[in-house]
């Protein structure tokens, strides 16, 4: 691994984890690394990062963070390579969407080099956490909230960012039906959709358990306007093939501009593959569903990177996509964990060595 800056303090664990993990049956983000980056915010600055053991934090009851939801994340990846090089994908993006989250919430924008070095430290202490298993990887989780105690509502004195990870293996969601959503919204204009916010997957959590007691595994998201323009496919955004047109809803105050929607967006093109970026109607979706255009529909996210959507449910109405041998979903899925995993020539400087 490269030089990491010197004053982050490291104080390891005594008692390593890593003997009691199953590395080959690995669920996603339920187990924890032995260390976890920390770094406070008091006294109007940011202090120095600190690696510590994964431990509890202790809060205040009255830490604003319970109160009023002051709390931001990020979800990234790191991976090994076979020659154990240690690569992350467009990291300094998700560093740049996190300050971007911060100033919505009100919360201090990080120094970039707390978060990259931090995360460097981290990942150095840490490193025979990153599984080696073809399509396994490192989830990391960097998230800042609200310590700081008080009932005003308004926001806190105090904040803390910390990073865990968690090893995980290949994430595979099966057949995923959908349901278009008729009637909650996960964000408005004005709102914090395109943030993320803890809140917006709290606000998520009802309206996706309603899916689920229906048959359906996950909420396709609508404006909260009209209900009639495809947003997002549960924490993911979202891409539909018509013909062979891959088409995504822009970028808005309601959409988070996800990492893989953009290198999907960047790759399909590079690879000939007709893309438009506009906006989609439930409408337009059905109807080609019923005169055979509609090809795919997947989500994109840093968690499955795609995920192929078998079916869609709308109106009282359930509609089957086909089953294609060749799929813009696998094509381009492979072309990205190629890309991540350094298999593939990386020709969009995307890979970042650690
Ligand atoms: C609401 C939402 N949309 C889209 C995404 C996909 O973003 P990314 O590709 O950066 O993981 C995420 C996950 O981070 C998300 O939470």
Redesign the pocket.
Known sequence: MNSIINDIEIIKTKTSKINEVDFDNLKFGSVFSDHMLECNFKDGKWQAPKVLPYQPIVLDPSAKIFHYGQSIFE?MKAYKDVDENVWLFRPLDNFKRLNISAKRLAIPELPENYFMDGLKALLEVDQEWIPKKDGSSLYIRPFVFASGNGFHASPADEYKFIICTAPSGAYFAGEVRVLIEEKYSRSANGGVGFA?AGGNYAGQFYPTQLAIDKGYQQVIWTDDNTHEYIE?AG???IFIRINDTLITGPTSDRI?D????KSIIELAKKEGINVEVRKITVSEVVEAAKNGSLKEMFG???AAVISPIAGFGYKDADYELPKLDETYASFLKKRITDIQTNKAEDIFGWRYQV
């Open positions: 979800g993320k997002e924490a993911m955004n988070l996800g990492i893989t929607r994109a996210g840093t």
